[in-house]
């Protein structure tokens, strides 16, 4: 019997606690309980205040880990511990431990999923791969991947289409696949496949993964500008000790 996770409010949406967070979705996954997981990060945050479908998502969610910093740095200053859970650790370390269940990658740019779908076989090669579908897909692609989703049932569904689109998606078409979890997992495929690299060890300690991935795409500067605003609306009032 899983324990519910207990649960903190940002700026009106969950983050769920817990002390193991892989543990806790290894067990929905091998007992069938149907799931969105979104990894919840400052950007995230301040796309939600904008975003209505995006945040009515977030809050149905069955599990909203803290992936960011700032949503770690905000767990902090609410004294409620450190807990950070990247997206890309935790769905890793589901499945290096996944046997007998199916998993589906859906997302990427064309072969990217194929090699990350190789990566994983390697690792893991009691690794059931129910299918690899890149992202940019037609409408009529679509519907053959909803059909395909619904034949197979895999038990765990990788969807790396991009924040907000990835999220409003699973939550549009996880009814097909009650028993699965969805997971929005943004550009893991990509580090999967070697496409990019993700930021040295050392980095990611020191909270500092943001600033590596700026360095590799500098176009990202302007989605960057969430996190001046969410240390302005969300950490500096719980530094304060407001907040919610």
């Not at 700026?11 to 990894?39: C, K, N, S």
């Not at 975003?51 to 609410?78: C, F, H, M």
């Not at 769905?91 to 064309?110: E, M, R």
């Not at 890149?134 to 692609?141: K, L």
Request: include cysteine.
């Amino acid at each position: 019997m899983l324990i519910p996770p207990s649960v903190l409010t940002i700026q009106g949406l969950p983050i769920h606690l817990l002390a193991d967070y892989a543990q806790w979705l290894r067990e929905r996954v091998e007992q069938g309980q149907g799931t969105q997981v979104v990894t919840l990060n400052a950007e995230m945050v301040m796309q939600a205040a904008q975003n209505p479908s995006l945040k009515a998502v977030i809050q149905q969610a069955e599990l909203v880990v803290p992936d960011g910093v700032g949503v770690t740095w905000y767990l902090k200053l609410r004294r409620r511990g450190t807990y950070h859970a990247p997206g890309i650790d935790l769905v890793s370390q589901v499945l290096a431990h996944l046997q007998g269940k199916a998993v589906f990658f859906l997302g990427g740019a064309p072969e990217v999923g194929e090699r990350a779908a190789q990566y994983w076989r390697q690792r893991n090669p009691n690794l059931v791969m129910a299918g690899v579908r890149h992202g940019y897909f037609s409408p009529a692609e679509e519907a053959e991947i909803v059909a395909q989703l619904q034949r197979q049932q895999p038990r765990l569904i990788l969807v790396a289409l991009g924040v907000p689109r990835q999220e409003i998606w699973i939550q549009k078409h996880r009814h097909i696949c009650p028993q699965s979890v969805w997971v929005g997992v943004g550009g893991s495929l990509d580090i999967w496949a070697g496409v990019k690299v993700r930021a040295p060890l050392w980095m990611r300690r020191l909270y500092l993964e943001w600033a590596f991935r700026l360095y590799q795409e500098p176009w990202r500067w302007r989605r960057m500008l969430a996190l001046p605003q969410f240390a302005g609306r969300v950490l500096l009032p719980a530094l304060w000790g407001g907040g919610e």
